[in-house]
């Protein structure tokens, strides 16, 4: 078992470094490479749309499955058992709520947004606005939690023991980012996503097959282990409630939780983009198909990852590392195949934050180019298609600084968690309102502007004065907060719910209804088109403005 202290290097911080500077330096040479046939918006922000539906699957599940999934989860189940794995259930049933109600419709009616299908039969100006400030806030949010992993990381393997240094790791990671975004735009994006996959579902199934390895391939054996490592908590590892049955309190925040997680991927901007990659309908089913038996697969091996975590590990040395419970995953590879291992492993943990940051960073860049530029600004017009694009990478240098800046407030955190905050973000501001466009014929503005503004300031007020902010005593043996401000002093918070879902979601849908039903303003003809097209994909590729 690893023994470590808080100032504890694992492995070898020169061949950590190596490795996954070899990654980069492919990758970069393939975004170059990609970047050669970006000569449009369709190009830049759909890549062409001329990746094929199981292309399409993998890089969904690369972009879906990201440093929450490996480092989070696998945390979360080493130190909570049943109620971590509780996160994997929740991201893999969500997709079922995407590919039901939302994959094919919403392919077929938008262009390169999610604000294309929202405002294409209510008032474009407001609409595309609020649709692009909602689909910053989500993506800021997933950012701040995978800007967060990094700087966890890389304190584990290099040493970086300072919140400076962790700041420093935190800027290098996103300036990559940058770099790929406007070098390479979706069509190098989605090559980097590809890889990614591939390399973290094989590295997951090798670490998951030598954990069951070790044990006979015999589950009940590797649980009683970790049972027998959890010490006096260690029964309560297999059953549920050690995290969310404690008092009512926690037994609703499981609720809110669960909402927000099966709700909340159905209205994450940077998955519903992914739509647009593909060039029909039939490919975007496909592509949905491809991803939910990719990401089952792989939130199976997080259930062994997670308990071989605390079996061969432990909660104790997992919690005392550098990175907390996100170290679960890399210190159980250094357990199972020394410095080699973790070298590799941890390449793919950084390969899965940056691939997922690209593709949020060029949603939410391509959001205010697209939308708030192109639309609102210039009405829709052809002459600023060829801004557009130089407007995109200028915004996504911008949201680059401001995820950085949050994954340095957000050190400490676990991944999985600060997920859970975007997807009600998600769920809150922007399924409402989608799913009221798709379906209900009477749906007008003022009912979307109601449902994203009311879903997107409740969530994010209640987030604020959440213990998640301030106001969590600190954890034993420590004197900082558990919270985001770690001054135990500082505690502003009143409501009592580590996630909003509960509130917020249900809050967004009664006021789109609200605002839908206290307004005249009725477009029947535009729906009936929206309707033809959502279902057979006629004129998908022409502009929406109207």
């Not at 369709?42 to 399409?56: L, M, S, W």
């Not at 604000?115 to 039969?121: H, I, T, W, Y």
């Not at 994006?189 to 070790?214: D, E, P």
């Not at 997922?356 to 639309?375: C, K, Q, R």
């Amino acid at each position: 078992m690893i023994r470590l202290a808080a100032d504890t290097v694992v492995g070898e911080p020169a061949v950590n470094l190596v490795i996954f500077l070899a990654f980069v330096a492919v990758t970069l040479v393939i975004v170059y490479r990609a970047s050669a046939n970006n000569k449009t918006a369709a190009d830049y922000y759909a890549a062409g749309r001329a990746f094929t539906g199981p292309q399409n699957g993998i890089a969904i599940s690369g972009d879906y499955l990201s440093a929450a999934s490996f480092l989070g989860i696998a945390g979360a189940i080493a130190i909570n058992g049943y109620d971590g794995f509780l996160y994997s259930i929740g991201f893999l049933v969500a997709w079922l709520v995407a590919l039901l109600l939302v994959a094919e419709l919403l392919r077929n009616t938008g262009r390169f947004t999610m604000a294309d299908v929202l405002s294409f039969r209510l008032r474009q100006k407001p609409v595309r606005t609020a649709a692009a400030i909602t689909t910053l806030a989500v993506s800021i949010f997933y950012l701040i939690a995978q800007m967060a992993g990094a700087g966890g990381l890389v304190a584990l393997l290099l040493g970086v023991e300072s919140k400076r240094g962790q700041g420093l790791t935190i800027a290098v990671v996103g300036a990559v980012m940058i770099i790929y975004v406007l070098v390479g735009g979706m069509r190098g994006t989605t090559w980097v996503q590809i890889i990614k996959a591939v390399l973290l579902i094989t590295g997951a199934f090798i670490m998951t097959a030598w954990v069951l390895g070790k044990y006979g391939f015999n589950l009940s054996s590797l649980l009683g282990d970790a049972v027998d490592k959890g010490g006096e908590t260690g029964p309560a590892l297999l059953n549920p409630g050690k995290q969310y049955a404690l008092t009512g309190t926690t037994q609703l925040d499981f609720i809110s939780l669960a909402l927000a997680l099966v709700l909340g991927t159905a209205g994450l901007p940077h998955v519903l983009m992914r739509f647009y990659t593909v060039p029909t309908a039939k490919e975007a089913r496909r592509s949905v198909v491809w991803a939910i038996w990719l990401i089952g697969i792989f939130y199976l091996f997080t259930l062994v990852l997670g308990y071989g975590a605390a079996a061969l590990v432990g909660p104790e040395e997992i919690l005392a590392a550098p990175g907390k419970a996100n170290s679960a995953a890399p210190l159980l590879a250094y357990e199972l195949g020394g410095t080699l291992l973790l070298g590799v492993i941890s390449a793919v943990a950084f390969a899965t934050i940056l691939a997922v940051v690209a593709g949020l960073t060029i949603t939410a860049s391509a959001s205010f180019a697209h939308d708030v530029y192109a639309n609102v600004i210039h009405h829709g017009s052809e002459t600023a298609e060829g801004s557009e694009v130089r407007v995109a990478r200028v915004t996504a240098v911008v949201i680059g600084i401001v995820s950085i800046i949050g994954g340095i407030l957000a050190l400490g955190q676990n991944i999985a968690f600060l997920v859970a905050l975007a997807f009600a973000v998600a769920a809150s501001a922007n399924l409402p309102t989608i799913l009221y466009s798709l379906y209900w014929r009477r749906f007008n503005t003022r009912g979307a502007l109601w449902s994203m503004y009311g879903g997107l300031i409740s969530c994010v007020t209640l987030i604020i004065f959440s213990p998640v902010v301030s106001g969590k005593p600190p954890a034993p043996g420590t004197t900082d907060s558990l919270s985001m401000i770690k001054d135990t002093s500082v505690d502003f918070h009143w409501f009592p719910l580590d996630n909003p879902g509960i509130v917020s979601i249900p809050l967004a849908f009664f006021l789109g209804w609200l605002g839908t039903m206290t307004s005249k303003e009725h477009y029947e003809e535009k729906f009936a088109e929206m309707e033809v097209r959502s279902l057979t994909g006629a004129g998908a590729e022409k502009a929406t403005v109207h």
